[in-house]
């Protein structure tokens, strides 16, 4: 009975936080423009922290570091969720309320320095891991119900580790969000807040299982999402990519994203795939060597995950990370004109703006995109296109070679430019009209869009 009532409770308490995030503009609101018609709401994972709250008052001092602990990160990333904040903030609070767990379980005592820097490393990890991995409707909430039962059948089962209600109250929580969040358009999503706040609340869970069993096995309940997370880190190195900026290469987003797939079948493919691995931990634990157990669960996972290098080859042709002129044409006879460009594929446009600058100011500049694709089509008029290879999204140079293209309405082509660059939109004729196809979700924009001043980079008049 008291699980449904805290179940109720949960509800109105997110009830009550939709009104407020309404109030301070929380939300992503459906304009013109947009691809959503309802009402989208940020940080709808706070859940998370109103659960901790209630389990906080009714254990007291027995949960204090660990309410702490949450409600730093918590505060932290509900903050970074309204207003971005720097890294070494969110880093800062991370490694804060890691070190009230770390003390709560005598962790500083247990191990030796060195050990104590790698699970620092590991835990923070994790954290920014689960957060990475928060990017499509209903993965959160899945994966942490299917970590969260895991887990509770190895206390239930095998060792008793913690409290029955601090592993069943976030899995009610979970329920609740999932509520709102799985469904082909989410009425919330989690956010940092939420996120970072159930990260946390496992990580809690599984250094008490692995100082009850003495074994590190039970980080293999965070496999699947450690494999996208590592392979990927991996795969941005290999770019030459800044790890820390904005992009579209987990396994994840190339098969929401690239290959649409329905963001709730991704979500439950991510839950059933860690669901095989759990059983598999649990049912080989104390019958093999751990590091026979690892490897019989990593191998595979990274098979799977190099996967989508396959899919990525697939759906990108070479040259793809360079500027591009797809070639089109027009059709005339006796009834008129037909535009075309054949080998344009609509598969990856998410939404599309058109273009018409004014007479005073014909020419609109500069705008950043770090991981969306754009493609520009000339409606009317002749405009011209210039853009830059950006180096430094922080601090780029002054000195880029800003290159350009004209694209005509009647020629009927469309130009591509890759993430990675910033572009300059220039009406040579009063009343050109261009439109703009982009491939990233509205609901990600914001952090992707970068706006330079006009004047960075000098542009042919």
């Not at 329920?175 to 082909?184: G, I, S, T």
Request: charged share 15%.
């Amino acid at each position: 009975m008291k699980y449904i009532l805290l179940a109720f409770v949960l509800f109105l308490l997110k009830l009550f936080y939709f009104r407020i995030a309404d109030y301070y503009n929380i939300v992503d609101k459906p304009n013109h423009r947009s691809a959503h018609t309802v009402i989208t709401l940020r940080g709808g994972g706070i859940i998370y922290w109103f659960t901790a709250l209630v389990y906080f008052l009714q254990n007291g001092l027995d949960s204090s570091l660990f309410f702490a602990g949450i409600t730093l990160v918590g505060v932290v990333s509900l903050w970074d969720d309204i207003q971005s904040l720097p890294n070494k903030v969110r880093i800062l609070a991370h490694f804060t309320a890691i070190s009230l767990v770390f003390y709560n379980l005598d962790l500083f005592v247990i191990l030796p320095i060195w050990g104590v820097v790698i699970a620092y490393f590991v835990f923070i990890g994790i954290i920014n891991a689960y957060n990475f991995m928060d990017g499509i409707n209903g993965i959160t909430g899945v994966y942490t119900l299917v970590v969260l039962g895991s887990l509770l059948y190895v206390n239930q089962y095998l060792h008793e580790f913690t409290a029955f209600d601090f592993i069943v109250y976030p899995m009610i929580a979970s329920v609740v969000f999932l509520f709102f969040n799985f469904r082909k358009k989410a009425k919330c999503f989690a956010g940092d807040i939420g996120s970072i706040s159930i990260a946390f609340w496992v990580i809690y869970l599984l250094l008490q299982l692995v100082l009850k069993t003495d074994s590190i096995l039970w980080i293999l309940f965070l496999a699947v999402y450690g494999t996208d997370t590592a392979g990927t880190i991996m795969h941005r190195l290999y770019l030459r990519e800044n790890v820390f900026e904005a992009h579209r290469h987990h396994f994840y987003q190339i098969l929401s994203n690239d290959y649409k797939i329905q963001h709730r079948i991704v979500a439950v493919g991510y839950g059933l795939t860690q669901v095989i691995v759990s059983i598999l931990v649990i049912f080989l634990y104390n019958k093999l060597p751990d590091f026979v157990i690892f490897a019989l669960i990593l191998v595979p996972l990274f098979a799977l995950y190099s996967l989508k290098f396959y899919l990525i080859k697939k759906i990108m042709p070479k040259g793809n990370k360079i500027p591009r002129l797809i070639e089109g044409g027009i059709y005339t006879d006796d009834r008129g004109h037909i535009s075309f460009v054949n080998d344009f594929k609509f598969d990856t446009v998410e939404r599309f703006y058109i273009i018409e600058n004014s007479e005073e100011n014909p020419v609109r500049a500069w705008q950043g995109h770090k991981i969306d694709h754009k493609y520009f089509y000339c409606l009317q008029g002749v405009v011209k296109v210039h853009y830059v290879k950006i180096d430094n999204w922080e601090s780029p140079s002054k000195n880029l070679k800003v290159e350009s293209t004209i694209l005509k309405a009647m020629e009927s082509n469309v130009f591509h430019i890759p993430e990675g660059y910033a572009n300059a939109i220039q009406s040579l004729e009063t009343g050109s009209k261009l439109i703009s196809f982009s491939t990233l979700p509205l609901g990600r924009a914001s952090e992707d869009d970068v706006r330079f001043d006009s004047n960075m980079w000098k542009i042919d008049e």
